[in-house]
């Protein structure tokens, strides 16, 4: 299951869209996803996601310091 699909799960929304779009379902996956265990994805997928749910490209290709940054509040 790739990050997406696993905070999908978390969150619990109708559509995945609704994670970037929705401003309660935004706040209730940017808070799952500091309990996540982020280290077993990618650098790529990690990227990704903080610019899905933040509209922001991520501003670091270290993996360590992006996975601090999505726990901190994206």
Known sequence: MDVFEKLWQRVGCTYMSDMAHGA???TL???S???MEL???SLASLQ???QYLTGRNAATS???QLVRSL???V
Request: charged share 45%; net charge negative; hydrophobic share 25%.
């Open 39 to 41: 280290e077993e994805y």
């Open 71 to 73: 726990r901190a509040g």
């Open 62 to 64: 270290d993996k360590e």
């Open 48 to 50: 990704d996601l903080q």
């Open 24 to 26: 309660a379902y935004n």
């Open 29 to 31: 996956a940017r808070n």
């Open 33 to 35: 996803v500091k309990t």
